[in-house]
Nanobody
């Protein structure tokens, strides 16, 4: 059974940093591209960042470029999202996702497996 479990969310002030983690089990993690998405209240779920199975390829939404960094540790079956210079508009539930295809996808439907999400709240 595939499980993706996010952690590291919380309530922080604008300008602060947080690091989210996503621990995977039940899949050959080192063969999966992984991504982070987020959903704010009343809004569609949106792409944040993605990383290739090897870690050599990454992709970011324009809104987070230069502030967020995605990384992974295949030995620990974990993907991370380092979030710096947080803004109130970053407030959302953040979801980890994994896909077995080769494409570094940015759309929800491309991902087969999802976590339950972790709440990030940034106060002004």
């Amino acid at each position: 059974q595939v499980q993706l479990v996010e952690s590291g969310g919380g309530l922080v002030q604008a300008g602060s940093s947080l690091r989210l983690s996503c621990a995977a089990s039940g899949l050959a993690f080192s063969s999966y591209n992984t991504g982070w998405f987020r959903q704010a209240p009343g809004r569609e779920r949106e792409f944040v960042a993605a990383i290739s199975w090897s870690g050599r390829g990454t992709n970011y939404a324009d809104s987070v470029k230069g502030r967020f960094t995605i990384s992974r540790d295949n030995a620990k079956n974990t993907v991370y999202l380092q979030m710096n210079s947080l803004k109130p508009e970053d407030t959302a539930v953040y979801y980890c996702a994994a896909r077995s295809g080769a494409l570094l996808a940015t759309t929800q439907k491309a991902y087969d497996n999802w976590g339950q999400g972790t709440q990030v709240t940034v106060s002004s």
